[in-house]
């Protein structure tokens, strides 16, 4: 059973927020060839990543309400099932079109686990506490992208591209028996009617018209977007231009994607002695100054593995900050709404990195410039929206 502050609560909940890295990162380097099975475009395979982050966008705004009203524990369990189908149909896919089709279904069993086990630490703690709680999670959670991409690589090396969805499966059941042994109800009490639709746009008018909440909310976004900006143009980057061979992409992706953990940790100990504020603050400073450094860089042609790594690990290290303290500080002043809050701020957060990732295919040009340019843009965007939203306001506190 979960109990607050033990370390089988972070053990549990990593095992579930864990399925958005899964169920991105493990599959990168297999874009490739995903486009050279089917005949088709990089751009057409990268949709498939464009297509999971907007059924995630779309899932939470139902899966918080339903997580309101019959629990967390019963809908993580119906996601987890809707999600073990998805990634069999993954599988067995015969064209990019079915795929696509299969992976935006997928997307709304794996939100289940995303917005319920964020919601799970919300019924647990208070907002100071949430954040050390968020952080230490992120830590352990952070190793799931930095480790799905070497699994992936070696995958599509092997057994070829669908064994990265076989995976994908395997780990769902897995997680479904962690639910089923350890996982009891945390929701205080039922919202019976959070599944009306008037409750719930009057659910959500509470959390968008909250000035404070929105200070937080709509940064983290910007933030979170930039690295699936990153993550859409990874394999490009790497396969393509730098020539590294696919089972070696993850060397690369890993030594990016390490610096999150590292923040989540950073941020998770940083709360003891300092503000909320002042983590958040920092984490979307260091993300708006790497977006900028790394676009620079690739505009002047100086293109190699430091000048991709180096910017983009401070970059990530910047999502580990914002992450625990912007979840924390959204979800805080709305406990008796903590389900449908998580869902609003999680469908903004994968709606806007929807809208980063097909940018970057779009506007595919054979460079490295399409991710570059979008990874600075949304990081500057984060800090400037954090700061006029709190123009005159005070900081926040513990």
């Given at each position: ?50 297509a999971f982050l907007a059924g995630i966008a779309m899932a939470q705004l139902f899966v918080g309400a339903l997580g309101d009203q019959f629990g967390r524990r019963p809908t993580m369990l119906v996601a987890l099932v809707l999600y ?120 959500f008018g509470r959390v968008l018209t909250h000035r404070e909440a929105l200070s937080f909310g709509v940064p983290f976004c910007f933030v979170y977007a930039g690295m699936f900006a990153f993550f859409t143009g990874s394999s490009y ?162």
């Amino acid at each position: 059973m979960l109990r607050p502050n033990s370390a089988l609560v972070v053990g549990v909940l990593a095992t579930l927020v864990a399925f958005g890295p899964i169920s991105t990162d493990l599959y990168l380097p297999s874009l490739p060839a995903i486009a050279a099975a089917f005949d088709r475009p990089i751009g057409s395979a990268q949709l498939t990543l464009s297509a999971f982050l907007a059924g995630i966008a779309m899932a939470q705004l139902f899966v918080g309400a339903l997580g309101d009203q019959f629990g967390r524990r019963p809908t993580m369990l119906v996601a987890l099932v809707l999600y073990f189908g998805a990634s069999i149909g993954c599988a067995h896919a015969t064209s990019i079109e079915e795929l696509i089709v299969y992976r935006f279904i997928q997307a709304f069993g794996a939100c289940g686990p995303q917005v319920l086990g964020r919601a799970v630490v919300r019924d647990l703690h208070e907002r100071a506490e949430a954040t050390r709680m968020l952080g230490y999670i992120g830590a352990i959670m952070g190793f799931a992208p930095v480790l799905s991409p070497f699994i992936g690589g070696y995958f599509v090396v092997w057994f070829g591209w669908a064994a990265n969805f076989w995976f994908m499966a395997g780990y769902s059941a897995f997680a479904l028996i962690v639910v089923l042994v350890f996982v009891q109800e945390t929701m205080p009490s039922r919202v019976e009617t959070a599944l009306d639709l008037r409750a719930i746009f009057v659910s959500f008018g509470r959390v968008l018209t909250h000035r404070e909440a929105l200070s937080f909310g709509v940064p983290f976004c910007f933030v979170y977007a930039g690295m699936f900006a990153f993550f859409t143009g990874s394999s490009y980057i790497v396969i393509n231009i730098l020539a590294v061979p696919t089972e070696h992409f993850a060397r690369y992706f890993g030594a990016v994607i390490l610096g999150f953990p590292i923040g989540a940790f950073l941020a998770g100990r940083l709360s003891i002695r300092f503000t909320v504020e002042s983590i958040f603050f920092t984490g979307i400073v260091l993300a708006a100054v790497s977006g900028t450094v790394f676009a620079a860089l690739m505009a002047i042609d100086v293109v190699n593995g430091w000048t991709v790594v180096l910017p983009m690990f401070g970059y990530t290290i910047a999502v580990g900050l914002v992450n625990p303290s912007g979840i924390a500080s959204v979800l805080a002043p709305f406990p008796d709404i903590a389900g449908k809050t998580s869902a609003l701020l999680g469908a903004a957060q994968m709606g806007l990195s929807t809208v980063a990732s097909v940018a970057v295919g779009l506007l595919h040009d054979g460079t490295a410039m399409p991710t570059a340019n979008g990874v600075a843009a949304v990081g500057i965007a984060a800090l400037v929206s954090h700061v006029l939203v709190r123009s005159g306001r005070p900081a926040a506190r513990h």
